[in-house]
């Protein structure tokens, strides 16, 4: 029999990136009691990831649970860029509504569109959150009005375009119903949850469906599946079925027997014996349980579909590291490291894809963008991996016989002074222009439609031409028929002439090219690249020159040589400068630039052939 669980919620929290969504989990929990009143908590206590805190944005979600009059509500903080959409995509299944959080000043923004789009389309309730209304220039009953025309463009039903709206301030630590008052904590929020989210319902005594929409590893218990029970009633140690839906036919069928279970409390994981319609659970002790399978009653194993996960966008390839430096620092450097690594990614990350290549030294690695595939290499590196890899290229798909390629929203956020060079440089790499207007302040609200390979590489270019004053968003709209060339990288790269130790000596005559990226006393060898020519051409440069001293001295011949500090590229910098004959170099401690042939006579020779 159908029963309704009145006493539980389950929600996700999604919004476009740095809209404020941890920052709200952190005050749930502490306003709901889960941390002691002494207790030290660090700001965005959800960001448990290294790489979270240094770049300030959540790549993975994240579950945990708070009470609040005598009901539980289980929370799902999810990743706000569009690298990370597979993430968000799976955890709609486990929850009944969804927290939409604006930002008071920017309003509805890329990756709004995109959660919000994936949220109607499951028949998800909407509860509109305008967060951050103490914010200079909050505009929040204009942004209220562009989520009700973003609703409508997005096909919603009656009954969710009468979403509820509650207005809020994070930082601060209130919520209220109106945007000019204060209530002083967050339970008109809270009050809200209770009174427009829909609690679970199902037939706790039918046969069981738990469907498995995340993954979480633990060096004790091992692999830990965690989802939400569907139907019926899930007990410690019961025997139980694994089945997949796999393109609309049931995969292979295992027998297996859960051995621990636990259920979210704040930021802990707790031991249970059972769990019921509605609960969002952790299982432990199913080998190699992975996302999208079904834990089933032996008596019936009927697997749930799984949502369809958006397919990747862009793909490079890894490749052992064959450097003259190989192995200096790495603790993973063989071919079978590389391949264990990356077929463990995909286990858990399911909108990456990797393939084997013809060679057995080379990977192909799939994604949502750029930066989804430098988190995977950087988490790598700091694991003690030593790599490369190349230059990242869109995926073009054969569409009755036309090659489409991905299309990007990009929407742009600049002064006014800046738009002309903006403009220039993206209609260079074939964006048209779709909407223009100016938001209050003096910015300009630039939004173009672009290919995606045009914005390899733009990043860097876009904040020089914006003097750091530009904001860009992107979000993947879709394929389009191929839209013509687009020139490449407009500068070449001066390379090592030799191994060695640079010198202040050689790299004086070398930054008189163009801009260095490595300093004196460094090590380099033959093929690598130490700076950027002026010129659209490749220079070779021994920066290991060293003076020759003579009995013979002329007046101002020793004068010290002044060098212009190097430029330090960062992980994604580095990716997107690399052109199509050219590797980065990725050790634990260290990123190179290099031709993917050392020797310039074989590079010379390989060009010749080439025409």
């Given at each position: 029999m159908v029963q309704q669980r009145e006493n539980l919620r389950n929600i996700a929290i999604i919004a476009h990136v740095d809209h404020g969504k941890t920052t709200l989990v952190d005050e749930l929990l502490k306003q709901s009691g889960i941390f002691r009143t002494n207790e030290t908590v660090m700001e965005r206590v959800m960001d448990s990831n290294d790489?979270?805190?240094?770049?300030?944005?959540?790549?993975?979600?994240?579950?945990?649970?708070?009470?609040?009059?005598?009901?539980?509500?289980?929370?799902?903080?999810?990743?706000?860029?569009?690298?990370?959409?597979?993430?968000?995509?799976?955890?709609?299944?486990?929850?009944?509504?969804?927290?939409?959080?604006?930002?008071?000043?920017?309003?509805?923004?890329?990756?709004?569109?995109?959660?919000?789009?994936?949220?109607?389309?499951?028949?998800?309730?909407?509860?509109?959150?305008?967060?951050?209304?103490?914010?200079?220039?909050?505009?929040?009953?204009?942004?209220?009005?562009?989520?009700l025309d973003l609703f409508i463009e997005l096909g919603a039903d009656d009954s969710q375009l009468e979403f509820p709206v509650v207005f809020a301030s994070a930082r601060e630590g209130y919520a209220s119903l109106e945007p000019?008052?204060?209530?002083?904590?967050?339970?008109?929020?809270?009050?809200?949850?209770?009174?427009?989210?829909?609690?679970?319902?199902?037939?706790?005594?039918?046969?069981?469906?738990?469907l498995i929409s995340s993954l979480e590893y633990d060096d004790y218990v091992g692999r830990i599946g965690i989802g939400r029970v569907e139907r019926g009633t899930l007990?410690?140690?019961?025997?139980?079925?694994?089945?997949?839906?796999?393109?609309?036919?049931?995969?292979?069928?295992?027998?297996?027997?859960?051995?621990?279970?636990?259920?979210?409390?704040?930021?802990?994981?707790?031991?249970?014996?059972?769990?019921?319609?509605?609960?969002?659970?952790c299982v432990a002790g199913v080998p190699d349980i992975t996302i999208g399978e079904t834990l089933c009653d032996a008596d019936c194993p009927e697997a749930l579909p799984f949502i369809e996960i958006d397919?990747?966008?862009i793909a490079m390839n890894f490749l052992v590291n064959d450097s003259p430096f190989a192995g200096r620092e790495g603790k993973y450097v063989t071919s079978r490291n590389l391949r264990d690594r990356l077929f463990k990614e995909v286990e858990t990350n399911v909108s990456m894809r990797v393939e084997e290549t013809g060679a057995t030294d080379a990977f192909k690695v799939s994604g949502r963008g750029e930066l989804h595939l430098s988190i995977l290499i950087e988490t790598m590196?700091?694991?003690?991996?030593?790599?490369?890899?190349?230059?990242?290229?869109?995926?073009?798909?054969?569409?009755?016989?036309?090659?489409?390629?991905?299309?990007?929203?990009?929407?742009?956020?600049v002064p006014e002074q800046y738009v002309g060079a903006v403009m220039e440089k993206l209609g260079g790499r074939k964006a048209e222009l779709e909407n223009m207007g100016t938001r209050e302040g003096g910015s300009s609200h630039l939004e173009f439609r672009i290919p995606s390979r045009g914005l390899i590489g733009y990043r860097a270019e876009f904040l020089t031409d914006t003097n750091g004053n530009g904001i860009m968003n992107q979000l993947f709209a879709g394929y389009e028929p191929y839209k013509g060339d687009i020139p490449g990288r407009e500068r070449g790269s001066i390379v090592s002439h030799e191994a060695g130790e640079s010198t202040i000596y050689g790299l004086y005559n070398a930054q008189e090219r163009g801009r260095l990226f490595c300093g004196a006393g460094i090590e380099v060898y033959e093929g690598m690249i130490v700076g950027e020519c002026a010129r659209n051409e490749d220079l070779v440069i021994n920066v290991c020159k060293r003076k020759q001293l003579t009995n013979t001295r002329a007046s101002g011949s020793d004068d010290a040589l002044r060098l212009t500090p190097p430029a330090t590229l960062s992980l994604e910098q580095c990716m997107e400068f690399i052109a199509d004959d050219e590797l980065l170099e990725v050790t634990p401690k260290t990123l190179r630039l290099r031709k993917r042939v050392l020797g310039k006579e074989l590079r010379m020779k390989s060009e010749a052939r080439k025409k």
């Amino acid at each position: 029999m159908v029963q309704q669980r009145e006493n539980l919620r389950n929600i996700a929290i999604i919004a476009h990136v740095d809209h404020g969504k941890t920052t709200l989990v952190d005050e749930l929990l502490k306003q709901s009691g889960i941390f002691r009143t002494n207790e030290t908590v660090m700001e965005r206590v959800m960001d448990s990831n290294d790489l979270e805190r240094e770049r300030g944005i959540t790549i993975l979600s994240k579950n945990t649970a708070i009470h609040y009059q005598d009901t539980k509500i289980n929370i799902v903080d999810t990743p706000g860029h569009a690298d990370f959409g597979g993430e968000v995509e799976r955890i709609m299944m486990m929850v009944d509504g969804v927290l939409l959080l604006v930002d008071a000043f920017e309003g509805c923004m890329p990756q709004t569109r995109f959660v919000l789009k994936k949220a109607l389309g499951l028949g998800k309730k909407a509860l509109v959150v305008v967060n951050k209304i103490d914010r200079p220039g909050a505009r929040a009953a204009e942004v209220v009005d562009e989520v009700l025309d973003l609703f409508i463009e997005l096909g919603a039903d009656d009954s969710q375009l009468e979403f509820p709206v509650v207005f809020a301030s994070a930082r601060e630590g209130y919520a209220s119903l109106e945007p000019e008052t204060e209530s002083g904590d967050m339970r008109p929020l809270l009050d809200a949850i209770l009174r427009e989210i829909a609690p679970p319902q199902g037939d706790p005594d039918a046969p069981l469906q738990l469907l498995i929409s995340s993954l979480e590893y633990d060096d004790y218990v091992g692999r830990i599946g965690i989802g939400r029970v569907e139907r019926g009633t899930l007990r410690l140690g019961q025997p139980t079925r694994a089945v997949a839906m796999l393109g609309g036919e049931v995969g292979e069928i295992r027998n297996v027997k859960p051995t621990r279970l636990y259920q979210f409390e704040g930021l802990r994981r707790v031991d249970v014996d059972t769990a019921t319609v509605g609960d969002i659970v952790c299982v432990a002790g199913v080998p190699d349980i992975t996302i999208g399978e079904t834990l089933c009653d032996a008596d019936c194993p009927e697997a749930l579909p799984f949502i369809e996960i958006d397919e990747p966008t862009i793909a490079m390839n890894f490749l052992v590291n064959d450097s003259p430096f190989a192995g200096r620092e790495g603790k993973y450097v063989t071919s079978r490291n590389l391949r264990d690594r990356l077929f463990k990614e995909v286990e858990t990350n399911v909108s990456m894809r990797v393939e084997e290549t013809g060679a057995t030294d080379a990977f192909k690695v799939s994604g949502r963008g750029e930066l989804h595939l430098s988190i995977l290499i950087e988490t790598m590196r700091r694991q003690g991996y030593e790599m490369q890899v190349s230059r990242p290229k869109v995926i073009l798909k054969d569409v009755d016989g036309v090659t489409h390629e991905p299309m990007e929203l990009l929407i742009v956020e600049v002064p006014e002074q800046y738009v002309g060079a903006v403009m220039e440089k993206l209609g260079g790499r074939k964006a048209e222009l779709e909407n223009m207007g100016t938001r209050e302040g003096g910015s300009s609200h630039l939004e173009f439609r672009i290919p995606s390979r045009g914005l390899i590489g733009y990043r860097a270019e876009f904040l020089t031409d914006t003097n750091g004053n530009g904001i860009m968003n992107q979000l993947f709209a879709g394929y389009e028929p191929y839209k013509g060339d687009i020139p490449g990288r407009e500068r070449g790269s001066i390379v090592s002439h030799e191994a060695g130790e640079s010198t202040i000596y050689g790299l004086y005559n070398a930054q008189e090219r163009g801009r260095l990226f490595c300093g004196a006393g460094i090590e380099v060898y033959e093929g690598m690249i130490v700076g950027e020519c002026a010129r659209n051409e490749d220079l070779v440069i021994n920066v290991c020159k060293r003076k020759q001293l003579t009995n013979t001295r002329a007046s101002g011949s020793d004068d010290a040589l002044r060098l212009t500090p190097p430029a330090t590229l960062s992980l994604e910098q580095c990716m997107e400068f690399i052109a199509d004959d050219e590797l980065l170099e990725v050790t634990p401690k260290t990123l190179r630039l290099r031709k993917r042939v050392l020797g310039k006579e074989l590079r010379m020779k390989s060009e010749a052939r080439k025409k």
